[in-house]
Nanobody, 119 residues
Framework: QVQLVESGGGLVQAGGSLELSCTAS????????MGWYRQAPGKQRELVAG???????HYADSVMGRFTISRDNAKNTVYLQMNSLKPEDTAVYYC?????????????WGQGTQVTVSS
């Protein structure tokens, strides 16, 4: 089992920036990818960004060019830098960890952090 602790989030005006962070602990050797999902009210949870520990990244089309995912290996921490935020980015953001074989498979989840973007 892997434990994930998130920080960051909050309220920001459209066009602003926020950074989320997520630190993993526990059975780190059972994971090779971490990522961020989000869920807005009435919508399905969607993958925002993922990073494989070799460095390869994946982004949803809706955040490409605005969000950047990165990882500090020494700290077992993943960051999500969010720039040029839009009201439609408002959601609860969840950190996730799991295994990438041929696809992202996440089975460890953080508690979620609220991001609200005002217009």
């Amino acid at each position: 089992q892997v434990q994930l602790v998130e920080s960051g989030g909050g309220l920001v005006q459209a066009g602003g920036s926020l950074e989320l962070s997520c630190t993993a602990s526990g059975n780190i050797n059972t994971i090779n990818t971490m990522g961020w999902y989000r869920q807005a009210p009435g919508k399905q949870r969607e993958l925002v960004a993922g990073i494989i520990f070799g460095g390869r990244t994946h982004y949803a089309d809706s955040v490409m060019g605005r969000f950047t995912i990165s990882r500090d290996n020494a700290k077992n921490t993943v960051y999500l830098q969010m720039n040029s935020l839009k009201p439609e980015d408002t959601a609860v953001y969840y950190c996730a960890a799991g295994w990438y074989g041929v696809a992202f498979e996440y089975d460890n989840w953080g508690q979620g952090t609220q991001v609200t973007v005002s217009s």
